[in-house]
Nanobody, 119 residues
Framework: QVQLQESGPGLVTPSQTLSLTCTVS??????????WSWIRQPPGKGLEWMGV???????AYSPSLKSRTSISRDTSKNHFTLQLSSVTPEDTAVYYC???????????WGQGTQVTVSS
């Protein structure tokens, strides 16, 4: 059973960098064919895809967030990390990590973590 767990601070000060980690169990983040994404949902809004890191460490980002977003991984810890710089209150959201598979779907999701940007 594949499980994903987000972790990180629940409160971030405006202009600072948000950093979240997604720890994966039941699968390796280097398993061929899988893509590991970050997705968020602001209050009262829909899901927003932020970016992805592939099994071979290639990354891609949402054009609207590309200038502020970085995704990296640590294969020794089997986790991947999101960094979002220069945050504002508009970055307040529930942040999810998810695995995208060969069937064209987000097959597994973390439970999500609430991040609030406030001074």
């Amino acid at each position: 059973q594949v499980q994903l767990q987000e972790s990180g601070p629940g409160l971030v000060t405006p202009s600072q960098t948000l950093s979240l980690t997604c720890t994966v169990s039941g699968d390796s983040i280097t398993t061929n064919g899988y893509f590991w994404s970050w997705i968020r949902q602001p209050p009262g809004k829909g899901l927003e895809w932020m970016g992805v890191i592939s099994y071979h460490a290639l990354t891609a980002y949402s054009p609207s967030l590309k200038s502020r977003t970085s995704i990296s991984r640590d294969t020794s810890k089997n986790h991947f990390t999101l960094q979002l710089s220069s945050v504002t209150p508009e970055d307040t959201a529930v942040y999810y990590c998810a695995r995208y598979g060969n069937n064209g779907e987000f097959e597994y999701w973390g439970q999500g973590t609430q991040v609030t940007v406030s001074s």
